[in-house]
């Protein structure tokens, strides 16, 4: 039975974050986010390399709605009750990170979820599990990660038992709130509480891998130009 009152209340993002969120998944990648966040002493923040994008252009960013599943080896008198109050639950602006204890029995994700989740304001998601449906998510253009396909419904195989809670997904740690970004690099976790110092650090460091891209490009040694921008 979930506990409603452990659940995180959260607000949806404003116009102003969405409208952020999109420049910063243009200018930003996985690699910057994650050297930024080692520079703060804040590492093991890249989720596992199994979960791959469905499409190679998809990418994200968007704070964690998070979604608990477990096995279970019975049909259930509501198999789906906890789960579409998760997904009628997602606010504009969240990337849905769903945790299932890296089960490989069902694909709780698929082409409705995508779409719900898609027409309540979500930006994309993480399953650490399986998916299917996956020629139908291209076509919607939803951004999803995956550890891997399966076609078998979630029905008597898996259940959703609780959202909006902190869970561990592709081995990291994630609390309702954080910061998640993913390309085809792979997944990123950016704790809330410093959020805007990472994407700043971030944002720095993409200057400076442009300059030493350009001064490499034109010749000059890796020694000078590390010595000169300290970035590899």
């Known amino acids: 039975m979930a506990d409603v009152a452990s659940r995180v209340l959260v607000q949806p993002a404003t116009t102003e974050e969405v409208e952020r969120f999109t420049k910063l998944e243009c200018n930003l990648y996985t690699a910057v986010i994650s050297d930024a966040l080692d520079s703060m002493g804040i590492r093991e923040q890249a989720m596992e390399g199994r979960l791959r ?7 994200l960013i968007g704070r964690a709605r998070t979604i608990a599943c477990s096995d279970v080896y019975h049909d259930c008198s509501d198999p789906y009750g906890m789960e579409i109050e998760a997904v009628d639950s997602i606010l504009d602006g969240e990337v849905v990170v769903v945790s299932t204890q890296e089960s490989k029995r069902n694909a709780p994700w698929g082409e409705l979820l995508s ?18 449906d996956v020629k139908k998510i291209q076509r919607l253009g939803f951004p999803v990660f995956a550890a891997g396909i399966k076609p078998v419904d979630s029905k008597g195989r898996g259940i959703v038992t609780d959202y909006n809670v902190p869970v561990v997904c592709g081995g990291v740690t994630v609390y309702p709130g954080d910061l998640i970004f993913a390309d085809y690099d792979g997944v990123v976790v950016i704790p809330q509480r410093v959020a805007d110092e990472a994407l700043r650090l971030a944002g720095e460091r ?25 970035v590899l």
């Open 115 to 132: 779409t719900a989740a898609k027409a309540r304001g979500a930006r994309g998601a993480i399953i650490d599990g399986l998916v299917r």
């Open 53 to 59: 994008p469905l499409d190679p252009s998809f990418r």
């Open 206 to 230: 993409v200057a400076l891998e442009d300059h030493t891209r350009e001064e490499l490009n034109n010749g000059a040694y890796l020694r000078d130009v590390y010595a000169k921008y300290g």
